[in-house]
């Protein structure tokens, strides 16, 4: 082979052939390129490429034969199967049953295509040694046998590693996918959420028709669930830290009988076997509440005909220092082979357009998580039991609702609100302006600094996303012109965990916000002893 190998890219779309043939140069390849089957078999016969990259969906004929005619022909040459589209098992399958030596989900990041390419060359140049070593078998067979033995051991081991990797690949581009995909949706979601929030709650606050202020509040309620599919992914993905406390698992699944009740709708009996005086679990209520909801809502699509839906709380008979949250139905159960895959993330026995195949894994997701266990009880016609083991905490539960409750007022303090959304920050100079708060905004970093060189505010409200400089820069830029400035973050950002880290000790409030959970987290912070918090860049 020589210092540059030559790479045959074959894709009938211009626009990955062109990204893949550019990774590929900048990892020091040659690259040629085809169009489709017919120009790639001509192309593999003149110019002889080490590897073919090769996509699977072309105009004439799939990559699945040209891959084929390929090996039938010119075995010596190496074939990467490619596809954003053909990803299932099956798909995978079909393309190495018909001679390619891997298969890699598209779009690739540049350096997993280089790495990619470079194992084959590994793989290519292994199997270039043993042609070698095979062409003087015939007057070397007594003295060689050891080493050909010795040497197909070890092919069978480049073999069955490889495709262990290949399946690792698979479910962590899977789990991947996820995380990129709600984490870069979280935060304009949670802004969106904000605005509609608070704006609803000031409608609420202010009407005089008290049907108005019931509409209004039962349209909270839908955005707060909106949120909590949100958490619902970020938590699965992992994206997301979640927020344990001690959680009254029979308070939680009263609260839920309503909504539940609706869900469901009337063909579903509810029942509730709850034991009384059961220790508190260590969980996020919130995750808690959507892995119940999920649970239920696959029990009532199992169960067509109707029937009836039991949840039970009890103390774990095996472990004193665990209590198990049950969900049962009397529905059509499962078998052994889904059973197996019930937790894979996009598994789904639904019809297209009934489910995503996330709900079971963002139940095992979460539970892990906080260190529980999940386990499915279950036999086709007879129905399913799963069963959540959760930890007991050591703090007793408390009784509370976010966003209730008096609104505390201002004292003619001075606050700086900086954020980049022009609607979350009108709710927030609203709520704090009507609170009697002396306030200002900005609209991003460097209006703020620019307002901070000749006023100095009691409190900034500052957003942590932003474009151009974000919150962390900000605050410490702010902190030059006092370093004793109060500083509230507000963010809609997911990875919750990285957040925390970046903002050090600095006060925090997370997107959606009602408005008096944003007016309690101001007073708050005014109220704390002025001290120089620590923010990382």
Same mark, same amino acid.
């Given at each position: 082979?020589?210092?540059?190998?030559?790479?045959?890219?074959?894709?009938?779309?211009?626009?990955?052939?062109?990204?893949?043939?550019?990774?590929?140069?900048?990892?020091?390849?040659?690259?040629?390129?085809?169009?489709?089957?017919?120009?790639?078999?001509?192309?593999?016969?003149?110019?002889?490429?080490?590897?073919?990259?090769?996509?699977?969906?072309?105009?004439?004929?799939?990559?699945?034969?040209?891959?084929?005619?390929?090996?039938?022909?010119?075995?010596?040459?190496?074939?990467?199967?490619?596809?954003?589209?053909?990803?299932?098992?099956?798909?995978?399958?079909?393309?190495?049953?018909?001679?390619?030596?891997?298969?890699?989900?598209?779009?690739?990041?540049? *350096?997993?295509?280089?790495?990619?390419?470079?194992? !084959?060359?590994?793989?290519?140049?292994?199997?270039?040694?043993?042609?070698?070593?095979?062409?003087?078998?015939?007057?070397?067979?007594?003295?060689?046998?050891?080493?050909?033995?010795?040497?197909?051991?070890?092919?069978?081991?480049?073999?069955?590693?490889?495709?262990?990797?290949?399946?690792?690949?698979?479910?962590?581009?899977?789990?991947?996918?996820?995380?990129?995909?709600?984490?870069?949706?979280?935060?304009?979601?949670?802004?969106? #959420?904000? +605005?509609?929030?608070?704006?609803?709650?000031?409608?609420? !606050?202010?009407?005089?028709?008290?049907?108005? +202020?019931?509409? /209004?509040?039962?349209?909270?309620?839908?955005?707060?669930?909106?949120?909590?599919?949100? /958490?619902?992914?970020?938590?699965?993905?992992?994206?997301?830290?979640?927020?344990?406390?001690?959680?009254?698992?029979?308070?939680?699944?009263?609260?839920?009988?309503? *909504?539940?009740?609706?869900?469901?709708?009337?063909?579903?009996?509810?029942?509730?076997?709850?034991?009384?005086?059961?220790?508190?679990?260590?969980?996020?209520?919130?995750?808690?509440?959507?892995?119940?909801?999920?649970?239920?809502?696959? +029990?009532?699509?199992?169960?067509?005909?109707?029937?009836?839906?039991?949840?039970?709380?009890?103390?774990? =008979?095996?472990?004193?220092?665990?209590?198990?949250?049950?969900?049962?139905?009397?529905?059509?159960?499962?078998?052994?082979?889904?059973?197996?895959?019930?937790?894979? =993330?996009?598994?789904?026995?639904?019809?297209?357009?009934?489910?995503?195949?996330?709900?079971?894994?963002?139940?095992?997701?979460?539970?892990?998580?906080?260190?529980?266990?999940?386990?499915?009880?279950?036999?086709?016609?007879?129905?399913?039991?799963?069963?959540?083991?959760?930890?007991?905490?050591?703090?007793?539960? $408390?009784?509370?609702? /976010?966003?209730?409750?008096?609104?505390?007022?201002?004292? &003619?303090?001075?606050?700086?609100?900086?954020?980049?959304?022009?609607?979350? $920050?009108?709710?927030?100079?609203?709520? #704090?302006?009507?609170?009697?708060?002396?306030?200002?905004?900005?609209?991003?970093?460097?209006?703020?600094?620019?307002?901070?060189?000749?006023?100095?505010?009691?409190?900034?409200?500052?957003?942590?996303?932003?474009?151009?400089?974000?919150?962390?820069?900000?605050?410490?830029?702010?902190?030059?012109?006092?370093?004793?400035?109060?500083?509230?973050?507000?963010?809609?950002?997911?990875?919750?965990?990285?957040?925390?880290?970046?903002?050090?000790?600095?006060?925090? *409030?997370?997107?959606? &916000?009602?408005?008096?959970?944003?007016?309690?987290?101001?007073?708050?912070?005014?109220?704390? =002893?002025?001290?120089? /918090?620590?923010?990382?860049?």
């Amino acid at each position: 082979m020589s210092d540059r190998p030559l790479i045959l890219n074959v894709d009938d779309q211009d626009v990955p052939r062109y990204v893949k043939t550019r990774d590929l140069k900048e990892s020091g390849f040659t690259v040629i390129e085809a169009r489709n089957g017919a120009e790639a078999l001509r192309l593999v016969e003149s110019e002889k490429p080490v590897i073919v990259l090769l996509d699977v969906q072309l105009p004439d004929i799939t990559g699945y034969q040209v891959c084929a005619f390929i090996k039938r022909k010119w075995p010596e040459v190496m074939v990467l199967l490619t596809s954003s589209t053909f990803t299932e098992s099956t798909d995978r399958t079909q393309g190495l049953d018909s001679g390619a030596d891997s298969f890699l989900v598209q779009p690739a990041e540049p *350096l997993e295509l280089g790495a990619a390419v470079n194992a !084959m060359l590994r793989i290519r140049k292994a199997e270039d040694n043993l042609r070698a070593l095979n062409a003087t078998l015939e007057q070397r067979v007594r003295d060689r046998v050891a080493d050909l033995e010795t040497a197909n051991l070890k092919l069978k081991s480049e073999i069955e590693q490889r495709q262990r990797a290949e399946q690792a690949l698979v479910q962590s581009q899977k789990m991947e996918a996820v995380g990129h995909l709600t984490g870069g949706l979280a935060h304009d979601f949670n802004n969106l #959420l904000t +605005a509609v929030v608070g704006n609803l709650d000031l409608i609420r !606050m202010r009407a005089t028709d008290p049907r108005i +202020a019931r509409h /209004a509040e039962h349209a909270v309620k839908a955005a707060e669930r909106g949120s909590k599919l949100t /958490a619902q992914l970020l938590a699965f993905s992992r994206t997301q830290k979640l927020a344990t406390t001690a959680v009254n698992l029979n308070n939680l699944i009263e609260g839920m009988y309503e *909504l539940l009740n609706q869900t469901l709708g009337a063909e579903i009996t509810i029942a509730r076997e709850l034991t009384p005086d059961l220790p508190a679990a260590l969980a996020d209520a919130n995750q808690l509440e959507l892995a119940i909801l999920n649970l239920s809502i696959n +029990a009532r699509d199992a169960m067509p005909e109707g029937g009836t839906l039991t949840i039970t709380t009890r103390p774990d =008979p095996v472990d004193p220092a665990r209590v198990i949250v049950c969900v049962a139905d009397t529905g059509t159960g499962m078998s052994p082979e889904v059973v197996a895959r019930a937790f894979d =993330p996009f598994f789904t026995t639904k019809p297209p357009g009934k489910g995503t195949g996330l709900g079971l894994s963002q139940v095992y997701g979460v539970v892990r998580q906080i260190g529980g266990d999940v386990m499915i009880d279950t036999a086709v016609g007879q129905g399913s039991r799963i069963s959540i083991s959760l930890p007991i905490a050591r703090a007793a539960a $408390r009784h509370e609702q /976010a966003g209730e409750g008096q609104v505390s007022s201002g004292n &003619f303090e001075s606050v700086l609100v900086v954020d980049d959304d022009p609607d979350v $920050r009108q709710i927030m100079v609203g709520v #704090l302006s009507d609170l009697g708060y002396q306030v200002e905004e900005a609209a991003d970093g460097r209006s703020a600094l620019r307002l901070l060189e000749n006023h100095q505010p009691d409190l900034m409200v500052l957003d942590f996303a932003m474009p151009g400089t974000n919150g962390a820069e900000v605050a410490a830029a702010a902190r030059r012109y006092n370093e004793h400035l109060r500083i509230l973050f507000v963010s809609g950002y997911s990875d919750t965990a990285a957040l925390e880290q970046a903002v050090g000790r600095a006060a925090l *409030l997370h997107k959606p &916000f009602r408005p008096a959970e944003f007016a309690a987290a101001v007073r708050s912070s005014l109220d704390t =002893p002025r001290e120089p /918090a620590t923010v990382q860049k």
